[in-house]
């Protein structure tokens, strides 16, 4: 699969899942808009290393709280200012290490509430029916050890898997919501493993799927969400 002119926006505050996706996408001819909102300074120097090597031209750092819709609204316009359109939107928000790194784990108003956020705006500015060109959208849900199955995690992942698939199949009439693939892809957090991995559920994924990714091995799909249970 090519990248080539493909502009894609990672939002979210992983420090790692995030910023091996910008990389794995640079690497392949990407452009790619970095927002981090939990460290933006780690952000930025991350986005300087990177455009020495790719160039300034091809990757660019937003700073933004989730859950204001207002600044996630700007980091979008900034990014379609920026680089002309947006063709994929990778939300990390809800990686294990971004939820660990709050302070007091606000998880609804800092996880689950960027997702809903991220995908209304990505209706928004992506829908074909409202001058956008169609895209991709995918929650990345990183999976723990057994040793880190915190419930309030778990539940963050469920939900975030039940909202995605509830948006594209509920919609499916609307043609604003069929110019644009919803999934979840919940992996286990391997650099090796990330672009293997999004190209895979790009190339053979359907809206509203949820793949899982174990053990370093492709992901799968799992339609019945067991992995959730």
């Known amino acids: 699969m090519s990248f080539a002119d493909k502009v894609v926006l990672i ?18 001819d990407a452009k ?18 990177y455009a020495s090597v790719f160039g300034d031209r091809r990757v660019v750092a937003l700073q933004c709280n989730g859950t ?15 680089f002309q359109k947006i063709d994929i939107i990778v939300n990390s928000a809800c990686a294990f290490d971004a939820w660990m790194g709050d302070e007091d784990n606000t998880i609804s ?5 960027c997702v809903v956020r991220g995908i209304i705006l990505a209706l928004q500015y992506m829908g074909v029916p409202l001058g956008g060109q169609g895209g991709t959208v995918v929650q990345i849900v990183s999976k ?3 040793d880190a ?19 594209a199949k509920s919609n499916e009439g609307n043609p604003t919501y069929r110019s644009i693939k ?17 190209v895979h559920i790009l190339e053979e994924g359907k809206t509203g799927d949820c793949w899982v990714s174990e053990n370093g091995g492709l992901p799968t799909l799992e339609p019945n969400y067991q992995w959730m249970r």
């Open 68 to 82: 204001d819709q207002n600044q996630l609204k700007n980091v979008f316009e900034s990014c379609i200012r920026h």
């Open 11 to 28: 939002t979210g505050k992983s420090l790692t899942l995030g910023y091996d996706y910008a990389r794995y996408l640079l690497e392949n």
């Open 149 to 167: 199955m915190i419930p309030e995690y778990l539940s963050l992942r469920r939900n975030v898997s039940a909202y995605t698939k509830a948006i």
């Open 182 to 198: 919803f999934m979840t892809l919940c992996t286990d957090s391997l650099p090796d493993n990330v672009g293997r991995n999004f």
């Open 109 to 113: 108003d800092t996880n689950f509430e």
């Open 144 to 146: 723990p050890n057994e």
């Open 32 to 49: 790619v808009a970095l927002c981090d909102i939990n460290n933006f300074e780690r952000c930025r120097s991350v986005v300087n290393e």
